[in-house]
């Protein structure tokens, strides 16, 4: 683990949209704490706010009440350059590559744009996009692809690539597997796991599906309408799930509780 590896800790996390009497509180206080290195999942349906969560986790969205620290530093109460320094540690990784990418803008551009959104050309920085594709297990000729041109997985291993160029120390990744065919799904998880050992990040990983969140979590919260319900090791919840709502989820998980959604969950091969 790199020894940077940094730290996060949620303190009753509450967002709202809108205003005034209008607006709706989304998340009701949640609290959690990730360790350097570590990973928690987040499990929970569609609209249960986990995506609101990684917003507010990478700074993006404000939250009504409560606080997100990185390493200790608040991130809403964190001003000018420091702001900036800490918002470089925390990358989101989108849950959808097809509308997070330029349909016209090449694997190159898009993550030149990523290094460095004013000076975005590609021979620029070109070794390091290189680099960084080869780390996502991809050949230096996608640069210049365009997103059409990749498969569903190209473009997620896209996608992460540009999550990462920067260095960041803390990555949310926000259903990354969910666009997928089981299969791909489970090279994405080895690819993810695999990062995470050789960068020493410190992640938060969101999904619906369980099964998923169990095979790279180290604890799993289990979101329910902006709540958390069900906490615990990945093994604990999986096998002695204790929340209703938990066991339904275990409940939708093909051929539950067996299922398997890597083929060598132990090997993170890719
Ligand atoms: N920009 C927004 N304005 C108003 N409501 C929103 C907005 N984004 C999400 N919501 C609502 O917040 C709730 C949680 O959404 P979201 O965080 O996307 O959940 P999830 O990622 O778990 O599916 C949903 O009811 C959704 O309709
Ligand atoms: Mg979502």
Partial sequence: MAEEAATVEVRDLEVSYGWGRSATRILHGISMDVAAG???????????????????????????????????????????????????????????????????????EALAEAVDPRHAHVKKHQDEVVHWLDMVRMPADTIHR???????????????????????????????????????????????AKLREELGLTMVFISHNLAVVRHVSDDVMVMYRGDIVEHGTAADLYERPQHAYTRALLDAVPGAPGFDITPHPQENSV
Avoid: M, W
């Fill in 38 to 108: 570590r990973t928690v999942g987040v499990v929970g349906e569609s609209g249960s706010g986990k995506s609101t969560l990684a917003k507010a986790l990478t700074g993006t969205l404000r939250p009504t009440a409560g606080s997100v620290r990185i390493s200790g530093a608040d991130v809403f109460a964190t001003r000018g350059a420091d702001r900036e320094a800490l918002r470089r540690k925390v990358q989101l990784i989108p849950q959808d590559p097809y509308s997070s990418l330029d349909p016209r803008r090449t694997v190159g």
């Fill in 146 to 192: 365009y997103p059409h041109e990749c498969s569903g997985g190209q473009r997620q291993r896209v996608a992460i690539a540009r999550g990462l160029i920067l260095g960041p120390e803390v990555v949310i990744a926000d259903e990354i597997t969910s666009a997928l065919d089981v299969s791909v799904q489970a090279e994405i998880l080895n690819l993810i």
